[in-house]
């Protein structure tokens, strides 16, 4: 049995038909819009390298079946910068070595990006570490990691500041 | 994975009769269920999707002060909002110890509850299990079995129960309402979940059909917030099973305690009250005397399954320190590393 559904994919809206209910948003993602920006590494929701955000809210999208959500706002790795401009937590991590090989990277950014809004680490590096756990880096990045979303989260809140001001 | 039918009921009622048919099961999150497919551990012939369904989100205070937290209330949003935060502080603590900050977000309250045990026998389908296949044996019995059930297991099963969020939720008497062929019922989180026996495979007390639709923490469970805590063990900081865990919540008033409730984690195929242990604390002073006396308690029923004596004795020393730590009193601010031993700020004390 067919089911169609449709999501909002970094910003437009793309409808699909599913031939079977198995489908990962994962593997909606890479294997029919091509956005292979998210990762699979482990497809079992332990790495942390599919992360997206959904509806505003990071999650691993391995373990989530795209059929369920159906109407859902989807946020990846490609819809993050503006045009050429990098999105300043991308820039952090090339400013501050926050990867080698790159596999964990656009689930780092995503899940940091998604830290970010949930605010409960701010500035501390022993929360950032807490709330980053569900990404895992085999080239063993975390100093570096740690460091770019110390400094993206300055840049956030300055900026929030002189709006503010 | 094995191929499936999906459903999107419109009502709960439509959603209990879709699940009430043979081979079907809910989905919610699927954090759980779907890693579970995947490895073919869970065959599904009918997925029932009830994350469509209107009135189960809501976390809200009844007239006699109760809360009622609906059943696809995320974990994240629950342990996030501040007034639960301040009036159960222990059960915030337990649900951010859990997984990681993604599977916070996804999963759902009932989810938490009804998750799978984390035995590596039960995901590895080469191998027996009277869990997943009823019958067939038990590997773990005579396997790699350090971390496993030191409380209430049998010859057919040693499995724990791995949700943190179900220890202080049974320490406050959470109650759970749950919605059935036969209409709307309620029973105690204590009894939603079955002893292994001669039957592990059975693993709570729902019936075919049966939907939890809500948690509900009566009103005395706001009494302990100014002492309150959960306390965990596991193999690494963060993002990992408890190998033991202990919840602890004090009423305590002019220097004695009024009352109080304790429970374990990580020890049975259900968390695990210890009302002999609450017992010996009701009346008398906090003193680490009382608390080792306690700890005995807690664990006089506890007996290895296999490699796993260390259990008995860590879990009296978590208990101590969880008792001692909610006797110090419920921190302002949950610990960077929440429930973890090696926070900066939990005040590190040796049983």
């Known amino acids: 049995m067919n089911h169609s559904i449709s ?104 899940s940091a990006i998604g830290m970010m809004q949930e605010a409960q680490a701010g500035n501390d590096p022993e929360r950032i570490r807490e709330c980053m756990s569900g990404n895992l880096c085999r080239c063993g990045a975390y100093a570096g990691i740690v460091d770019a979303v110390l400094d993206a989260q300055g840049q956030m809140d300055e900026s929030n500041q002189r709006r503010s001001a | ?129 009277n869990k997943r296949e009823a019958g067939s044996g038990c590997d773990a019995r005579d396997g790699e079995n350090r971390t496993h059930a030191v409380l209430g297991w049998s010859e057919n099963c040693i499995a724990t129960h791995p949700s943190d969020f179900c ?12 919605e059935g062929k036969g209409g709307r019922r309620e029973i105690a989180l204590d009894e939603l979940h079955r002893l292994p026996g001669n039957t592990p495979a059975r693993e709570s007390v729902l019936e ?18 100014a002492h309150a805590r959960y306390l965990k063990v596991r193999e690494r900081t963060s993002y990992a099973f408890a190998v033991v865990s202990a919840a602890a919540a004090l009423r305590i008033e002019g220097g004695k305690i009024t009352e109080a409730r304790l429970a374990l984690g990580g020890v049975a195929a259900k968390p695990w009250r210890a009302r002999a242990a609450e017992d010996v604390l009701r009346g008398v002073a906090p003193t680490a005397d009382v608390f080792q006396e306690a ?30 730590l909610a006797a110090a009193g419920t921190p302002a601010r949950l610990p960077a590393l929440p429930a973890s031993p090696f926070a900066s700020t939990s005040g590190a004390i040796h049983a």
Not at chain 2, 167 to 178: N, S
Not at chain 2, 303 to 317: C, H, M, T, V
Request: with cysteine; aromatic share 6%; charged share 20%.
């Open chain 2, 1 to 129: 994975m094995k191929s499936f039918d999906y459903v999107r009921p419109a009502t709960v009622a439509e959603a209990v009769a879709a699940a009430a048919q043979p081979g079907a099961a809910y989905l919610a999150a699927g954090t759980n269920l779907l890693d579970l497919m995947k490895g073919g551990v869970s065959r599904p012939d009918r997925l029932v999707d009830v994350t469509h369904l209107d009135g189960l989100d809501a976390i809200e205070t009844l007239a006699d002060g109760s809360l009622r937290i609906g059943a696809l209330v995320s974990n994240a949003d629950l342990a996030h909002d501040p007034a639960f935060a301040k009036s159960y502080p222990a059960v915030a603590e337990a649900l951010l110890s859990g997984a990681s900050a993604q599977l916070r977000n996804a999963a759902t309250v009932g989810g938490n509850l009804l998750q799978r045990t984390r035995c590596a026998y039960f995901y590895d389908t080469a191998s027996r299990c």
């Open chain 1, 7 to 110: 999501l909002t994919v970094n910003g437009a809206r793309r409808d699909f038909v599913l031939d079977d209910p198995r489908v990962t948003l994962l593997d909606l993602l890479r294997e029919r819009l091509h956005l292979t920006g998210t990762k699979k590494g482990c497809d079992r929701g332990q790495c942390g390298a599919c992360t997206i955000l959904v509806d505003g809210k990071r999650i691993n999208s391995c373990l989530a079946l795209a059929i369920s959500h159906d109407g859902a706002d989807i946020l990846t790795i490609e819809g993050v910068a503006r045009g050429d401009q990098l999105h300043p937590v991308q820039a952090a991590f090339i400013a501050h070595d926050g990867f080698q090989c790159g596999f964990c990277t656009p689930g780092q950014i995503m």
């Open chain 2, 167 to 178: 220890v202080p939720l049974v320490a406050l008497d959470a109650m759970v309402e749950i």
């Open chain 2, 208 to 225: 075919p059909g049966d939907l939890i639709v809500a948690v509900r923490l009566p009103p005395a469970a706001r009494a302990f917030a």
């Open chain 2, 295 to 324: 700890a005995w308690r807690a664990l006089t029923d506890a007996k290895p399954s296999g490699d796993n004596a260390f259990k008995i004795e860590l879990a009296r020393r978590i208990v101590v320190r969880a008792l001692t």
